[in-house]
């Protein structure tokens, strides 16, 4: 009983710090006692949590742009699920759009304190918080700006908290033509287009038609033709429906697409990104 008491107490102390505990484990040694740790050993097990989530309150420094904000203790944290276009810096070239999702959020924010939930992946590449943003009032930032089509989806895996919410924000939005969904822009364009002098750049929503699957050892790619394909992380293929699916249909695939001499491939993480037309 001393054993499983002193779990719960670490458990407690876990949940209560300012991050979102993995996993905890349970080992009992050959007397029959009981221990519990954030470190596994040979004989533990894992201790399914039933806490599904936990919000922790900060205040808001600088808006940075239409996905991005700074802490008040230097930390910086990054919109999950979402993307907006870029804002003119020293480093890239303003985006259209990029500016109003950026001053929506400023006037989203203007109480600076706002309720911070993490995913299953706290930090990015470039050590930036991942999460999704509250209000005190509840509501969820994150979906919210993409509902006002000032933001796309972005859906990158394991992070799948409030996808179907995000999801059908997107959807309505484009159903009313709101922000983004009504630029020039950011109109569907063929796959085509990547290889003319005066190709895209950025976010953008290609029109395709995939004719074969091609099968790599990190990827599985739909071929859209000899200078154009879709690759998908082959860890990410269980979020997918069958791949044959797709053949021979039209779709629109969403994303940005990178450049490798003169081809061209687009990163699909999650199938949000790719739509039947």
Known sequence: MKGILNG?????LLIQADFLIADI????????????????SSNATTVNSTVKSYRYKYHIATVYDGDT???????????????TPEIESRYRQGEAGGQAA?????DKLQQA????????QQRDKYNRLLVHLFLPSGEH??????????????IIPPNLRYVERLIKAEREAQQYGLGIWSR?????ISVTTLSKPQRPSGWQRFLAMPNRIKIARKYVYLILSKDVDIRIPKE????FPELELYLGEELEVRGWASRNKEHYSILVRHPSAIIFL
Do not use: H
Request: charged share 25%.
């Open 8 to 12: 719960l107490m670490l458990i407690g």
């Open 25 to 40: 484990f349970r080992s009992e040694d050959e007397q029959g006692n009981v221990s519990f740790s954030d470190q596994p």
């Open 69 to 83: 904000v700074v802490l008040t203790n230097g930390e910086k944290l990054r919109l999950l699920g979402i993307n």
């Open 102 to 106: 950026k001053k929506w959020l400023k």
């Open 113 to 120: 304190e706002v309720l911070v939930e993490y995913d299953s």
């Open 141 to 154: 930032i994150n979906e919210s700006i993409v509902r006002e089509g000032l933001a796309t989806l972005s």
């Open 184 to 188: 020039s822009e950011y109109q569907p």
């Open 236 to 239: 990410n293929l269980d979020l």
